[in-house]
C-alpha cells in the first residue's frame, strides 16, 4: 500500500475518536458524481451504500453486485475524492471466512481504508450464528494486516434489530452478545441499523465493548441527539441515493405530465457537478 493509502486510514481511524465528542458523521455515496458532491458538502469521510450502487448498476439489493463490481465502484469514488472511504461489501460475497478476505483484499486494492461487513445471510434474515461470523471477522482483519494496511476500520454490522430478530425484549442482549464477540475478533466498531431509540440506544452504548454506529434518517432523532448518548459514527444508508431518485423521479413526471420544469429547480450546477469529478487526483 502506498503512504497516501496508510495516511487516509490513520486519517479514518482518528474520525472515530475525536477530542470534541463529535461523531463522524457520513453521508453515503453511490457512484463518483454523488461521492464528489459529498466530499465537497464537507464531509470528513464517505461510506458507499450497496443498495444505491447496486441500483445504479440495474440491481436489487441484497448482494445484487458480484465482488469485482463493489470494488470497481469503490475504485471510481476513490478516484475522485480526497477523504477517506469505507466500502460497504454487504455479507462478503460469498458464506465463508475466505470470501471474506478475498473481498476485503480486493476493496484495499481498490483504496478503500474502512469496511461495512454484515452477519445477515440474507435480506430478512438469517443471521450467521455469533462464532461464525467472528470466524469471518478475524478474516477480514487478517486480510487487512496481510495487504499491509492493518489500519483499515472494519465496522461490524448486525442486522438483529433492521430485521427483528428474536423476541423484542431480547434483542439488545443479542446485540451486545455479537458485540463482545466481535470486537475479540477484531472488530472496531458495530454497526446497528434497525435502532434510532435513544433510551435503547444509549444502553447500548454504555455496555459495548466497540464504539456504536446507528443508521438514521427522516423521522430519527438528531445527529446531535445521537452524540448526545455517545454514538461515535451515523450513516444515513440509501437515503442520499432515494432522495436523489425521488426528485428525477418527480421532475420527469412533471414534464412529462404538464411539460413544465418548476421540480428541476435547485439542481445540481452543470459546471459544479462537472468539475468535481474532472479534478485530477
Given at each position: 500500500?502506498n503512504?497516501?493509502q496508510?495516511?487516509?486510514a ?6 472515530h475518536t475525536?477530542?470534541?465528542g463529535r ?9 463518483a ?8 458538502a464537507?464531509a470528513?469521510?464517505?461510506?458507499t451504500?450497496?443498495a444505491?450502487?447496486s441500483w445504479?448498476?440495474g440491481r436489487?439489493?441484497g448482494?445484487?453486485l458480484?465482488r469485482e463490481?463493489t ?6 469514488i476513490v478516484?475522485v475524492v ?7 461489501i454487504?455479507g462478503?460475497?460469498?458464506?465463508g471466512?475466505?470470501?471474506v478476505?478475498v473481498?476485503?483484499?480486493a476493496v484495499i ?9 454484515e452477519?445477515?445471510l440474507?435480506?430478512g434474515?438469517?443471521l450467521?450464528d455469533v462464532?461464525?461470523?467472528a470466524?469471518?471477522?478475524?478474516a477480514?482483519?487478517s486480510?487487512?494486516?496481510?495487504a499491509g ?6 465496522n ?8 427483528g430478530?428474536?423476541?423484542p425484549?431480547?434483542r ?5 452478545r ?5 470486537a475479540e475478533a477484531?472488530?472496531d466498531?458495530?454497526f446497528?441499523?434497525?435502532l434510532?431509540d ?5 444502553e ?5 465493548p466497540?464504539p456504536?454506529?446507528v443508521?438514521?434518517g427522516?423521522?430519527?432523532p438528531?445527529?446531535t441527539?445521537f452524540e448526545?448518548v455517545?454514538?461515535?459514527r451515523?450513516s444515513v444508508g ?9 426528485a428525477?423521479?418527480?421532475a420527469a413526471a412533471?414534464?412529462l ?12 450546477d452543470?459546471?459544479t457537478v ?6 485530477e487526483r
Amino acid at each position: 500500500m502506498n503512504s497516501a493509502q496508510r495516511e487516509l486510514a490513520a486519517a479514518l481511524r482518528s474520525l472515530h475518536t475525536p477530542c470534541d465528542g463529535r461523531a463522524l458523521v457520513l453521508p453515503n455515496a453511490w457512484d463518483a458524481a454523488s461521492a464528489a458532491l459529498i466530499a465537497r458538502a464537507g464531509a470528513r469521510a464517505i461510506a458507499t451504500t450497496s443498495a444505491g450502487v447496486s441500483w445504479s448498476a440495474g440491481r436489487p439489493d441484497g448482494h445484487g453486485l458480484t465482488r469485482e463490481e463493489t470494488a470497481q465502484a469503490v475504485r471510481r469514488i476513490v478516484d475522485v475524492v480526497d477523504v477517506p472511504v469505507s466500502a460497504d461489501i454487504e455479507g462478503g460475497y460469498g458464506p465463508g471466512a475466505d470470501d471474506v478476505a478475498v473481498t476485503v483484499r480486493a476493496v484495499i486494492a481498490a483504496g478503500a481504508v474502512g469496511v461495512n461487513l454484515e452477519d445477515s445471510l440474507a435480506p430478512g434474515g438469517p443471521l450467521h450464528d455469533v462464532p461464525a461470523q467472528a470466524v469471518r471477522l478475524r478474516a477480514a482483519r487478517s486480510a487487512t494486516e496481510e495487504a499491509g494496511l492493518a489500519d483499515v476500520w472494519i465496522n461490524a454490522r448486525t442486522d438483529v434489530f433492521l430485521f427483528g430478530i428474536g423476541a423484542p425484549q431480547d434483542r439488545l442482549d443479542a446485540v451486545l452478545r455479537r458485540a463482545k464477540a466481535y470486537a475479540e475478533a477484531g472488530a472496531d466498531s458495530l454497526f446497528v441499523p434497525g435502532l434510532v431509540d435513544l433510551d435503547t440506544v444509549a444502553e447500548l452504548v454504555r455496555r459495548s465493548p466497540l464504539p456504536v454506529n446507528v443508521m438514521t434518517g427522516p423521522g430519527a432523532p438528531s445527529v446531535t441527539a445521537f452524540e448526545a448518548v455517545g454514538v461515535r459514527r451515523v450513516s444515513v444508508g440509501t437515503a442520499l441515493a432515494q432522495t436523489a431518485y425521488g426528485a428525477l423521479q418527480r421532475a420527469a413526471a412533471e414534464l412529462l405530465d404538464a411539460g413544465t420544469y418548476d421540480a428541476m429547480a435547485g439542481a445540481a450546477d452543470f459546471g459544479t457537478v462537472n468539475g468535481a469529478v474532472a479534478t485530477e487526483r
